[in-house]
């Protein structure tokens, strides 16, 4: 079996470790006769390379210029040579191409719908990503999912009570490895601490911790640590403000908050410093409005026997069900005072959950190994699949009434510096004389 690996655009650092592990483990199985993985984005090259180290059965290959398009030349003969294209994460962003359907049989992992369910773009990039991943979804083979929550949400944005073809699949394995990590991390930080791995999206939900953290009164005691993509910016204070959060720069200077105080926000951090930082903490807090399929860094801090406050979200929630995890405090994340009550009642009950959490085995039963005996099953399904009549997409809602407006929008997206001759000339032609008969 020979597997095409198309990936359209930047990844997060979750997609990264779930390709990554991905991508090692189906090259052990010997139905398996060729990995090509395909990157649009020379980071997520550099950082995998580093760590799966490519060999005659796995190949990594990035084309700033081409990857985005699997219709392009260098896609084509990508094509050609595979029996099966797997897309691991196909998502629209604002400002970018379609998704492409392709004429082999095809997988893709679909992380979660937290764009569309939080309004992360204007509308007019909503509606563009609603359609084109609805399209996109509507003509592949098999879909993996991380938990029931987001196939249920799938389920709801193709319009269809046929799940059949979409399937759970766990992503969030910690490995015995965890343990061998070193015990005390390199960088500068409080005595004691309770963590939060984050990014500065709104969906993590700083804002509703921040509002529950300014009542906190241990907080100078027991501060905060942020890490993770764009948590650096946390550090600014007026009257400079964030150029990415200026909302949170002025809600820390209205609460009265003080960074290196308060909190300590440390940005993106090496890898190897993870763990360790994990490890030193006297909780980890997980605040998300949203996950895909539960949470890497609250499986690690269970595994490292560290306490968890966590947002009570679907995903989450589906993740420890049926487990034995007494040391996890849930908390509405839509409700500041709901996580200051968590927050409180862990200060006031440290010792004994404390000791349950340090006093839990925790069981590492399945592995990615077990992942990608998973996928393979998927992908031999998706082999099987009769050739599908393209499907089309239903608007975004309240679409359709604009789209019966007589005036209609130029909508322009700029995929790179040759498209800007042709959109400035739209603009010159459509725009501008528009805007003088208004003036006028």
Known sequence: MKILVWSHTLMSTGGRTMLANLLSTLAKEPEITSLHAVLAHPLDYEVLTDIIKPNAKLKLSCSINEAAHISSNFGQKCL?????????????????????????????????????????YHYDALNHSWIETQKFLKNIDQIVVASNYIKERLALMLDTEETNHINIVKHYYVSKEILKAKNKPSLPLPPRYIVCPTNIESHKNIVNLLLAWCQFKTRTELPLVFFGSGTDQLAYQVPEWSPGIPQITSLVYRKGLKPHRDFFPLGLIRDEEVIPI???????????????????????????????????????????????????????????????????????????????????????????????????????????????????????????????????????????????????????????????????
């Open 80 to 120: 050609e040579e595979c029996d099966l294209v797997y897309f691991n994460w196909p998502h629209v962003l604002p400002n970018m191409m379609n998704l492409e359907r392709v004429n082999k049989p095809s997988v893709c992992t679909f992380q979660d719908t937290t764009v569309w369910d939080f309004g992360l």
């Open 278 to 440: 994990i490890k030193n903490a006297e909780a980890l807090i997980m605040p998300t409005l949203a996950e895909g399929g539960g949470s890497y860094p609250v499986e690690e801090a269970i595994a490292l026997k560290i306490p968890v406050l966590c947002s009570s979200i679907p995903p989450i929630v589906e993740q420890l069900e049926g487990r034995e995890v007494k040391s996890v405090l849930f908390f509405d994340p839509e409700n500041p005072v709901d996580i200051l009550g968590a927050l409180n009642y862990f200060v006031e009950h440290y010792e004994p959950i404390k000791a349950i959490a340090s006093a839990h085995e925790y069981t590492y039963t399945d592995s990615w190994d077990q992942a990608a005996k998973n996928y393979l099953t998927i992908f031999k399904k998706a082999l099987k699949s009769k050739p599908k009549e393209i499907k089309t997409a239903t608007a975004f809602p309240a679409a359709e009434n604009q789209a019966n407006n007589k005036e209609k929008r130029l909508e322009l997206y700029c995929n790179n510096e040759s498209d800007m001759p042709a959109i400035l000339n739209q603009i010159f032609q459509n725009v501008i004389p528009k805007t003088k008969n208004m003036v006028n």
